[in-house]
């Protein structure tokens, strides 16, 4: 079965046809189950599928269609991280001793999609514990790019990214620490948003076995994801707001309206390298070109400022941080060879692998100061957005690479014009918004010389989500966003 027009759709796009019986949901959810089966043997980026209750929730649309029901999400197929409960389907976290674990409810993000007519065909693939930018497990295999299947798609949502660059459908949802969203955004071609903190309740993304209960997840959120700027707001609409079991606690869906509509109006800083973790000159010159091209749509474009906060010192933050949260479910023995490790440090250590080692082993005290700093951190981004209305800057140093399964992370190395440079430090640039907790949305803005996607982040401020989306929805009316990838454009 060829490509048929719906392949490559927007949701926006979709919704429309639906609306004009253009459509029906059934012929999109065997459009994209068709894509499933016709490509996925390559790519393996749905590890779960779930086209029987996909079809019947498809059906389902479709008599509401014909009654004149309309929802954000009617009729639409979509895929879902693996790390996302839904009932009667296996939640591992690429965890092999949780393969047989089935969760017997929804994640609260899943009830709203399914509340708002979205059609669930599948779960995408993640790395062990959500925990690297590739998507590779002993469960489910190897999630490849489908611009170069001998590549990383990016993680943790590596398989939602693969899935939306193939055409099986036009949204997915996804997670993001460390860059989880806007990683494979990136490495795929993409779209991602990563919502501003507590903004999306996380009830239900939760590691197996554990219950689904709310829970405060330091600097984690989950998203949409999509092939559309457009999208992402379509989606966030759907599962953003507060937790009903949380009553007083998160935001309601009331943000602000996007600072400006038109281009022009925007104030953006561009920053497009640091010393801290370099980018290579592909990254650079799609940020120069793109910071140009802002220019001549009548943006006011800065390249440097005082008011963007000191990258080393957060960056040295956030890696203890980071690392503080997640080592607080490490064996035992890692943490306690962390505690040995971080004695024989000297003082003077200040890399960002030696921070990261530090934040393992940190104790309550010390998180509680840095937690001191980054409230001081937030306030001086609040300040910078006073000047500027978003910060466009990079996502990775590099495009997507080859595939490294090797088990020590701090020994594995990235190369960035044609020096090595340590693997975990590329955490750097995803945390520029992750340590503060800012809504930053993930957009595609050309390829490398040999076809390779490559993008940047739009931060903006505070519960402002809708400012970085509109500026993405501007950025692809006017340059273009999303092209299929050749071996799959069919």
């Known amino acids: 079965m060829a490509k048929s027009q719906w392949s490559f759709k ?24 068709g894509r499933i089966e016709r490509h996925d043997p390559k790519i393996n980026a749905i590890c779960v599928r779930d086209f029987e209750r996909g079809l019947a929730a498809a059906r389902a649309a479709d008599a509401e269609l014909a ?22 389907l ?12 089935r969760p017997v409810e929804d994640a609260l993000s899943i009830s709203r999609v399914k509340d708002a007519g979205g059609v669930i065909l599948g779960k995408t693939n993640v790395p062990l514990g959500l925990g690297d930018w590739q998507s590779y497990n002993d469960i489910y295999g190897t999630t490849n790019n489908p611009f170069d299947l001998g590549r990383t798609p990016g993680g943790s949502s590596g398989g939602s990214s693969a899935a939306l660059a ?4 036009p949204l997915s949802l996804g997670s993001d620490i460390g860059g989880s969203l806007r990683v494979p955004a990136f490495h795929c071609g993409v779209y991602a948003h ?19 209960l709310p829970l405060d ?31 007083g606690k998160g935001y309601t869906l009331a943000l602000p309206a996007p600072r400006h509509t038109a281009l022009k109006d925007f104030r953006v800083l561009v920053v497009d390298t640091d010393p801290v973790m370099p980018t290579d000159e592909v990254v650079r010159g799609t940020i120069h070109k793109l910071a140009a091209d802002l220019e001549k749509a009548g943006v006011k474009v800065d390249r440097q400022s005082p008011l963007l906060p000191n990258f080393a010192e957060t960056s040295r933050l956030y890696m203890r941080m980071l690392m503080s949260f997640l080592g607080a479910s490490f064996p035992p023995e890692v943490y306690a060879g962390a505690q040995a490790a971080v004695a024989a440090l000297p003082a003077s250590a200040t890399s960002l692998a030696a921070e990261r080692l530090r934040g393992i082993a940190q104790s309550h005290r010390n998180w ?28 990775m140093p590099t495009p997507a690479y080859p595939h490294d399964h090797s088990d020590d992370q701090e020994k594995r190395r990235i190369k960035i014009d044609g020096k090595d440079h340590v693997y975990p430090d590329m955490l750097s640039w995803p945390g520029i918004a992750t340590l503060p907790g800012l809504p930053s949305t993930a957009i595609p803005t ?39 990838p050749p071996m799959f454009d069919d």
Request: hydrophobic share 45%; proline share 10%.
């Open 217 to 247: 997840r330091d600097l984690a959120v989950i998203g949409p994801m999509a092939r559309s700027a457009a999208d992402l707001s379509l989606l966030l609409d759907t599962i953003a707001g507060p937790d009903p079991l949380e009553a």
């Open 166 to 169: 193939a055409g099986y459908g």
């Open 10 to 33: 927007t949701a926006v796009e979709l919704s429309a046809a639906l609306a004009a019986k253009k459509v029906s949901a059934v012929e999109l959810a065997e459009d994209a189950i």
């Open 194 to 212: 990563k919502p501003t903190f507590a903004l999306v309740p996380g009830r239900g993304h939760t590691p197996p076995p554990f219950q689904p």
């Open 90 to 101: 296996p939640t591992t976290w690429g965890i092999p001793a949780q393969k047989d674990f």
């Open 446 to 484: 050309g390829f490398s010389p040999g076809g390779l996607p490559i993008g940047v982040q739009i931060v903006g401020p505070w519960l402002e989500d809708r400012t970085p989306l509109k500026l993405a929805e501007l950025i692809e009316r006017e340059f273009g966003g999303f092209k299929p």
């Open 67 to 88: 009654r004149g029901v309309r929802k954000l999400l009617l009729g639409i197929p979509l895929t879902v991280k693996e790390s996302y409960n839904i009932a009667g």
């Open 368 to 395: 509680l100061m840095d937690d001191g700093a980054r409230a001081r951190l937030r306030a001086q981004w609040r300040e910078l957005f006073k000047t500027y209305d978003v910060v466009i800057c990079p996502i």
